[in-house]
């Protein structure tokens, strides 16, 4: 299982976007990319999946190169609500065995 | 997307005591997931409960100590058996892409 490199801690500021930028070097073919989000004392959540280009829901954008050894995680004007830690996973889909790593805890300031 | 009650969502146990985690999930799934959580660190995956088979344990944990019941494709307990102090943690289970909201256990 591939493993996940993104940095330990990110700052912004209300209204802002951010981008959260994860590094997967071994990615396997069939692997794909998800991210979730966690608050404190709460179970993860879903944030967004995706295998090559662009994602985009009503939450966040999911930006993948061609060579997917990296993904970028984009969440546009963030409030304070989103206060949490996120966490870039590789693998199979529909949440099947996963590695988590120590995900990235943002910050977002008033 | 799917709904997981997980319960208990706190306890506080006598060591050497077991206590049971069970998670309901509000349509099926093929598979669910068990892990432990200690605050402020990342997750780490105790085991695969698989419907119809026994549990897939990863590195580090055994059946005896967890065991892990699978009965139907909505349904999954997790046992934590013997406790000790060591055993505090928070346990979380899985299934598809949602998560229940945690059990934190304190062993005294």
């Known amino acids: 299982l591939a493993k996940t490199t993104q940095p330990i801690s990110m700052d912004s500021y209300e209204g802002q976007e951010v981008n959260i930028t994860c590094s997967h070097n071994?990615?396997?073919?069939?692997?794909?990319i998800t991210w979730y989000q966690q608050f404190p004392s709460q179970g993860p959540r879903f944030i967004i999946q995706?295998?090559?280009?662009?994602v985009t829901n009503e939450v966040a954008s999911l930006f993948i190169p061609a060579d997917r050894k990296s993904s970028t995680l984009s969440l546009p004007r963030v409030s304070l609500s989103d206060t949490a830690v996120y966490y870039c996973?590789?693998?199979?889909?529909?949440?099947?065995?996963?590695?988590w790593g120590l995900g990235t805890s943002l910050a977002v300031n008033p | 997307s799917a709904v997981i009650s997980q319960k208990p969502s706190r306890d506080i146990c006598q060591r050497g005591t077991s206590l049971t985690i069970q998670c309901q999930v509000d349509?099926?799934?093929?598979?669910m997931f068990w892990y432990r959580q200690q605050p402020g660190q990342s997750l780490t995956l105790i085991a695969t409960?698989?419907?119809?088979?026994?549990?897939?344990?990863e590195s580090g944990f055994v059946i005896d100590k967890f065991p892990i019941s699978r009965p139907n494709l909505t349904f999954s307990t997790l046992t934590v058996s013997n406790m000790s102090p060591e055993d505090s943690s928070i346990y979380l289970c899985?299934?598809?892409?949602?998560f229940g909201s945690g059990t934190r256990l304190t062993v005294v």
């Open positions: 071994n990615i396997a073919t069939n692997d794909y």
């Open positions: 899985s299934g598809g892409y949602t």
């Open positions: 995706g295998y090559k280009t662009k």
């Open positions: 349509s099926q799934v093929t598979m």
């Open positions: 409960a698989n419907q119809g088979s026994e549990a897939t344990y």
């Open positions: 996973l590789v693998g199979p889909p529909e949440g099947r065995k996963l590695i």
